[in-house]
């Protein structure tokens, strides 16, 4: 026991010493399984049938020595303060971080009052807990400069969470390892001792960049520009630059350059959609390494997945690698999505909430970062602010319609309320000039048109893509523009999988190549807009945000070969298909800055454009009360928050929607026939499956598993996570379930299963 818990305390606060709590840290591994020191529990370990608690035993006991050290002046009212928050620690350390209040038997009161188990005394002389110089005055210091107390010392106690839990698992880990002799693969380099080597195949790749158009000399500028921002000190930034003039590039640049400058410690890339995940890690791969870059997303949840290893439990090879950086994030590249990135952030689960000590001291890129859903904003608001006041990140918000959420805009106004401060912190050279030197496009509104006139629209362009607001839409334009007899028809949307999706954008961008043109008329969901690098001469999108209607018009003239008046963006209502209520209320914001600017493309369209989303959103900027969930009594010194009720509630993505694997190639096959082998993790396999997955409707899910074109496999092994398409149910017929050119179909299986039974 002592031994595991001075190993477990020099890791600890090995982990928290990234955000100067590294004394904390070391008090959170000496207490965490003092329960341990119960009489019950070596009987437990010997096979008896008893139940005991050994996480309450460590939080009651810090803070009663918390109480008497106060009482005593050995410590000030921040370390009782540190105290209590180690004890939400050391409760959550195996089930999860509590609610302080709540009707449920596990919250944080209910077991402190009701602790009755009695320890051995010898643990006393084998673990030494002192409580003093808990809080850094410095971490105090900053946390009290700030209007979130509650909020800032919330995320404190997740990152001490991250570090003890991380530790704890990494000894229990190497524990059964010793015992099977072999160590896991964990090592990966650092950033900095890369550094040299990234900076240079970095150049080199932007040497081989063509710089014979005037975009690409502009791209150019921007990038210089941009790396020469990199000494500014750490903390927020924006990088505001139009569609297709190389944000992704440049910011990976400003990035390796400021690491090196203030020795950051790893590279965060968090991509709003997993549609377009894949490109951009491999972007980063080409650039820096396959070897250095970590890709971590996940369409199957595996949080319920118990992390710990067990005595049966299959050791870890090295292949392994990646599967355990998922766990930790220790690599030095990451490319996530925003629903990983927050939804971990704002997490209470041990499994998702691991790898937040190793975000400390990290520049994270938040691309297209208009995404963020509007009723969890001021929340993400505040994190990020967070991250960069007390855990020393960088963050840039990329993206060409920066969401104004600086606490003041450009003209003097108020902006965001409780904004960030970004004055002063563009990386990008004169924005608005930049916009109006990169337009390349010309936007007009053209009023309802059904599919019928969509089609009639697409026939004389050989070349085109539409964009529509519903898979139900555009699989329904696709078959009338098929039934219509256009050729080169491409249908791109979520029914299909995102690995199908890759292989159906190389076919579009081979279509487009100017060495041999095709005919490709793509009708596509609002996955294509971002991140998607594609170059149409005419686009058409319904109605929708100015943000999504510019981010269309970034897959117009991309690379501005051809004339701005020629290069249209077409915008249309849709008379058959009523926008779902939150899209009609974007349609009234873009429709009055269409009153009153007469560029919509402008830097100060957008700005307004989010200032009118924002006033008009009001309180729903967090909707799910996320903010007002933590709360510290200042009279008594004690805290109130409700970690797993926020973790409840905030989701970055509201759907009543279940993932169906699709085995579309030999690789998912593979994975799937996997998932009968019990050596073999859950999560490991989820992770493999993660780019097979299409999100259907729950109620259309339980009737392609009833009418057996879905099963859920190896129940008994797996539960009821992974659900199944039947590889007799995928094919190129009409009959098909899942069909190459439309991906699943799961309105119509009765229909299916009748067609199917006709010999």
């Not at 002389?125 to 808990?134: A, H, N, R, V």
Request: hydrophobic share 40%; aromatic share 6%; with cysteine.
């Amino acid at each position: 026991m002592a031994d595991h818990a001075r190993e477990v305390a020099r890791l600890a606060a090995e982990n928290a010493d990234a955000f100067g709590m590294a004394k904390a840290g070391m008090l959170l591994g000496l207490a965490h399984d003092l329960g341990k020191y119960d009489p019950r529990f070596p009987p437990r370990l010997e096979g008896a049938n008893i139940r005991v608690d050994h996480s309450t035993a460590g939080a009651k006991i810090v803070l009663d020595l918390a109480r008497q050290a106060l009482a005593q002046t050995r410590a000030t009212p921040a370390d009782g303060l540190a105290a209590e928050l180690a004890a939400y620690v050391i409760l959550g350390h195996h089930a999860g971080l509590p609610d302080k209040h709540s009707a449920e038997a596990n919250c944080f009161e209910r077991r402190i009052d009701g602790y009755a188990g009695s320890l051995d005394e010898v643990w006393r002389s084998e673990i030494d807990l002192d409580l003093s110089g808990l809080m850094p005055e410095a971490m105090m210091k900053t946390i009290a400069q700030s209007n979130h107390k509650a909020f800032d010392l919330s995320v404190l106690t997740r990152f001490l969470f991250s570090a003890l839990v991380d530790a704890d698992f990494k000894d229990t880990e190497a524990h059964y390892s010793r015992l099977k002799l072999h160590t896991p693969d964990r090592a990966w380099s650092s950033l900095q001792s890369l550094l040299q080597e990234f900076i240079a195949r970095f150049d080199a790749h932007m040497a081989g960049k063509r710089t014979d158009s005037a975009v690409n000399q502009l791209r150019g500028e921007v990038l210089a520009h941009v790396r020469g921002k990199a000494t500014l000190s750490p903390g927020l930034f924006t990088l505001t630059v139009p569609t297709g003039g190389g944000k992704t590039l440049a910011s990976l640049g400003f990035a390796l350059d400021h690491a090196r400058t203030h020795g950051l410690r790893r590279i965060i890339y968090s991509i709003p959609f997993t549609s377009v995940i894949d490109q951009t890690a491999d972007i980063f791969r080409n650039v820096l390494g396959r070897e250095n870059v970590l890709e971590h997303h996940s369409a199957i949840d595996d949080d319920d997945e118990e992390q710990r290893p067990r005595k049966d439990s299959r050791a870890a090879t090295s292949r392994d690698r990646l599967r355990l950086a998922m766990e930790d994030w220790a690599a030095p590249v990451i490319v996530t999505t925003n629903v990983q990135f927050f939804e971990s952030l704002f997490a209470a689960r041990t499994s998702r909430a691991r790898k937040l000590h190793n975000i400390a001291g990290s520049i994270i890129i938040l691309d297209e970062a208009q995404t963020l859903p509007r009723q969890l904003l001021k929340p993400c608001v505040r994190m990020i602010d967070a991250l960069a006041r007390l855990f020393g990140c960088t963050i840039v918000l990329c993206t060409a319609t920066q969401p104004a959420l600086g606490r003041e805009r450009a003209d003097g106004k108020n902006g965001f309320p409780d904004g960030l401060d970004l004055k002063g912190r563009e990386l990008a050279p004169d924005p608005p000039h930049l916009f109006q030197v990169l337009k390349r496009t010309s936007i007009r509104r053209a009023g309802p048109m059904d599919n019928a006139a969509l089609v009639e629209a697409l026939r004389p362009e050989p070349q085109a893509l539409v964009i529509v607001n519903s898979r139900r839409h555009a699989l329904e334009l696709y078959r009338h523009a098929q039934q219509e007899g256009l050729d080169g028809l491409v249908h791109l949307t979520t029914r299909q999988c995102a690995a199908h999706r890759r292989t159906i954008l190389a076919d579009i961008r081979a279509r487009l190549a100017l060495n041999n043109p095709r005919a490709c008329r793509v009708i596509a969901t609002s996955l294509v807009e971002a991140g998607v690098d594609l170059d149409f001469p005419k686009v058409w999108r319904a109605e929708t945000g100015l943000d999504s209607i510019i981010q269309a018009a970034g897959r117009c003239n991309r690379e501005g070969r051809r004339r701005v008046e020629d290069s249209v963006v077409t915008v249309f209502s849709a008379p058959d298909y009523k926008p779902p209520s939150e899209i009609a209320g974007l349609v009234g914001d873009m429709t009055r800055m269409a009153r009153n600017h007469g560029d919509l493309q402008s830097l100060a369209a957008i700005e307004d454009y989010f200032g009118e989303v924002y006033w008009r959103t009001g309180d729903g900027l967090d909707g799910k009360e996320i903010y007002p969930s933590f709360k510290v009594i200042s009279r008594q010194q004690t805290t109130d928050f409700a970690f797993r009720k926020v973790a409840s509630a905030f989701r970055m993505i509201e759907s009543k929607m279940e993932p169906v694997i699709i085995p579309f190639d030999d690789v998912a096959k593979k994975a799937v026939d996997e998932l009968s082998v019990a050596q073999i993790p859950s999560g490991a396999l989820a992770r493999k499956l993660q780019t097979y997955v299409v999100q259907v409707p729950r109620v259309a899910c339980a009737m392609l598993i009833k009418k057996g074109f879905v099963r859920v496999q190896d129940v008994i092994l797996r539960g009821d996570q992974f659900a199944v398409l039947e590889t007799s149910a995928i094919g190129r017929g009409n009959d098909a379930v899942y069909n190459a050119e439309r991906g699943l179909l799961w309105e119509t299986p009765e229909y299916l299963a009748q067609e199917n039974s006709i010999i």
